[in-house]
């Protein structure tokens, strides 16, 4: 947002809704551009996307907070952003992402194609059957509505199974809700509700409250439960004065049919027992029923979660009736579990994930019609042992049954499971694609085509957050912010890259690219030539692949590794092969090369251009760095040419003169070839895998100058020559063309 946006924003929300409400809404805006900037400078395994609105905690704290905290104590770390500030740029910072309730806007549309294009997974997590109208038609509250209510209500619906619909998998809390989600994605996972540590450790307090506490002396209470120890006694003066407690917990007016399902068995008790109590929480319609019993009905507005667990433990029966029908089917067994952690017993209609989760008569108790909901909350108003008891059972398995710490494993492998192979390419910068770099992101971009993804991960201080390639795109990742997401794979591309192998713990598999012999690459003395050789040898274990049988050689015999071998291409299609006459205008030469660079050897390419009449050849230099020395003849000097563009330049020329003496792989060459032209290049490893003398190329001993420049002219001269030479490096390029390597190339990373 620019300054003259959040400056007017800031005018408008003072102006219609005033100052308290702008404080609020400005600590929430500061609040996530902090959380924004931080998950921006971090790459981890999943993204949590809540569609739930935050005036309402409990969902979120189920399906949001929880499951990280699942996912966690599993060894999976996550974020989490509110649907309406998902940005699009966040897809290239975590492996998978999981939609929990949210409706379809246009930017989470965008998001999931883009997530798809990058071969990430998108989970979808949904706690109940809002997903179709199909389903929500069921809720009789829902008729009550007015007409534009019901009409917004109905399109939220809509929209959340559209969203729904995008995704590769669901998650969800039940059985019936699976049944029915798999109608619309081909793969649902149960992960039941559980309760967070913070929740245990709340029910926990309210226990030893009520258990503890309200029996101790003054001087017996530790100072730091002063506070606790006051509400504890107050409590347990209440209990004295009255009777056993029932309570109804609702969430929402959505809950009214299902109280009025136990409401003649719960009449039929206040009758019986005079000292009965009944407490209402939450939003409920108080059925004229109870009206002769108002002065035991208790009503209480809605808590926060945090104090829920102790206004559950004044309770001694926890009620939970549904209404049979489909939408209750598809319910969680939440409010079984709250009163279980406070060791108060549960009596719970018979369906559902009730019926699923609870033991009767050990865990909890079951019914079904007036009469069984009567006779047993009578046993349990007459019988303070056994409702002790049940709590007590019920306590102890939802402890280690429907917690966090315990109950993650199945959740992360399901994500791990479906979850696509991930695979980091380490590369020195993304400042000037050439060479190397090129050939990296070309087994990228294989790898991506494959189904992998794939990331860039950019150990330079200037990295873009996007590399765009052969038009595809790869997220880019500084190097400084991978610090907790699991990488399946990772590829060091340059000897500079290779400490990122070491120094990040969490990869499964490690590759090192090995392109050329870089501690050639320097002059002796040069300090960084002992950090290029100790990268031959690192400290843990990494499969070696190369692109030349040179490397792969040396490698071998000097260093003990063992490397797979692919050889490098190149894309025809990109080269318009381009006729050479040779009719009598200049011959144009293309030397090419950082004449900055020893090994490149570009003074040798200008002495023998100095033999050739000025009057018959031009002479074209291009350099990414370099700029011309003044002693050289350059009839035009092309500088920083960007790699798309390069083709180009080959098309213009006629031949090139090459003369490095050291190259990894030396693509000049046959680039030139998919262009059409011809070369005149000074062996050396880089290049003797495809050139060979007289047939694709013409090769001169290296120094030899005079050697180089007749060669020059014999191609100039000799029309057969040149049929010759065009044929074969007609068949040359057409060896080397990438959609013909591809299996290799994943044969290199182990994704064949």
């Given at each position: ?17 005033g100052?308290s ?19 921006e ?32 104590a599993?060894?999976?770390?996550s ?14 910072n ?11 806007t ?24 809002v ?58 996972y ?42 504890a ?29 136990v ?17 209402v ?36 029966i ?6 049979d029908?489909?939408f ?6 939440n ?6 952690l ?17 033991q ?30 049940i ?29 696509t ?5 380490v ?15 070309r ?22 957050r ?20 699991r ?31 870089e ?23 990494v ?29 025809p ?48 230099y291009?350099?990414?760095n ?13 500088h ?17 003169l ?18 059409g ?31 180089a ?20 490096g ?11 390597l591809?299996?290799?190339?994943r ?6």
């Open positions: 947002m620019s300054v003259a946006d959040l400056a007017k924003k800031t005018v408008t929300t003072l102006r219609q809704e100052m409400r702008f404080i609020t809404k400005a600590k929430n805006y500061l609040r996530t551009a902090k959380r924004t900037k931080s998950q400078q971090t790459y981890m395994d999943v993204l949590f996307i809540n569609g739930c609105d935050q005036s309402v905690p409990h969902p979120p704290r189920y399906r949001v907070t929880h499951q990280r905290e699942q996912l966690l599993n060894g999976v770390d974020h989490e952003v509110f649907y309406t500030e998902l940005q699009l740029d966040q897809v290239r975590y492996r998978s992402f999981i939609f929990f309730r949210c409706p379809y246009d930017t989470i549309g965008e998001f999931i194609k883009k997530a798809k294009e990058l071969n990430k997974t998108v989970f979808f997590d949904i706690d109940d059957l997903v179709d109208t199909k389903y929500t038609d069921t809720i009789p509250f829902l008729a009550t509505l007015p007409e534009n209510e019901r009409k917004l209500y109905d399109d939220g619906v809509r929209r959340m199974g559209r969203t729904l619909q995008l995704c590769d998998a669901a998650i969800t809390t039940t059985e019936r809700l699976a049944t029915e989600l798999a109608h619309y994605v081909p793969k649902v149960i992960n039941r509700n559980t309760a967070s540590e913070s929740m245990l450790r709340y029910s926990e307090d309210a226990v030893y409250a009520r258990d503890v506490l309200a029996y101790c002396a003054p001087e017996e209470v530790p100072k730091d439960k002063h506070r606790p120890y006051k509400l006694l107050a409590q347990a003066e209440q209990r004295k004065k009255g009777g056993v407690r029932l309570a109804y917990f609702s969430g929402s007016l959505t809950h009214n049919d299902d109280f009025l399902l409401l003649p068995a719960l009449v039929r008790l206040l009758e019986k027992y005079p000292t009965l109590e009944l407490h929480v939450g939003e409920l319609n108080l059925p004229e029923a109870l009206e002769p019993y108002r002065s035991r009905v208790v009503a209480r507005p809605f808590v926060d979660w945090k104090m829920l667990p102790q206004l559950i433990a004044s309770v001694d926890n009620l939970a009736p549904l209404e029908g489909i209750n089917e598809a319910k969680s067994e409010k079984w579990v709250e009163a279980a406070v060791k108060v017993p549960t009596v719970a209609s018979d369906m559902g994930a009730f019926a699923r989760m609870i009767h008569g050990k865990t909890g108790y079951l019914c079904r019609g007036e009469e069984q909901w009567f006779e047993t909350l009578s046993g349990l108003i007459e019988d303070k042992a056994l409702r002790r008891r709590g007590e059972q019920a306590y102890e398995y939802c402890k280690k049954h429907c917690t966090t710490i315990h109950t993650g494993r199945g959740l992360t492998e399901f994500i791990r499971q479906n979850q192979p991930n695979i980091a390419f590369l020195p910068s993304l400042q000037h694609i050439s060479g190397g770099i090129m050939v990296a992101l087994h990228a971009l294989i790898l991506q085509q494959a189904g992998q993804d794939v990331m860039l991960v950019d150990v330079s201080r200037g990295a873009d996007w590399c765009d390639f052969q038009g595809h795109s790869f997220p880019v990742v500084n190097a400084r912010e991978i610090k907790f997401g990488l399946d794979k990772a590829v060091a591309t340059m000897w500079v890259t290779e400490a990122f192998l070491e120094k990040y713990a969490n990869i499964g598999q490690r590759y090192y690219l090995v392109q050329g012999y501690t050639e690459f320097y002059e002796p003395a040069e300090t960084v030539r002992t950090g290029a050789n100790m990268s031959y040898a690192p400290h843990v274990p499969q070696f692949v190369t692109i030349s049988k040179w490397c792969q050689n040396w490698l071998k015999e000097e260093y003990g590794q063992t490397a797979r071998y692919a050889p490098n291409g190149l894309e299609g990109q080269f318009a092969a381009k006729e050479r006459t040779f009719d009598g205008e200049k011959v144009r030469i293309l030397i090419e090369g950082d004449c900055g660079v020893y090994y490149k050897n570009v003074d040798e390419s200008f002495r023998i251009v100095d033999l050739l009449d000025k009057d018959k050849y031009e002479i074209w291009m350099s990414y370099a700029k011309p020395k003044a002693h050289y003849r350059v009839d035009r000097f092309l920083s040419v960007p790699y798309e563009q390069v083709a180009q330049v080959y098309g213009q020329c006629d031949i090139l090459k003369s490095s003496f050291l190259e990894s792989f030396s693509y000049p060459p046959l680039e030139m070839m998919a262009s032209g011809y070369s005149v290049v000074a062996p050396n490893d880089g290049n003797r895998e495809y050139l060979v003398d007289g047939e694709n190329c013409l090769l001169y001993p290296p120094g030899d100058v005079q050697a420049a007749k060669a020059i002219e014999r191609i100039a001269k000799d029309a057969a020559l040149r049929q010759t030479l065009k044929s074969g007609k068949k040359t390029v057409e060896s080397r063309d990438w959609e013909n591809r299996q290799e190339i044969a290199l990373y182990d994704c064949e």
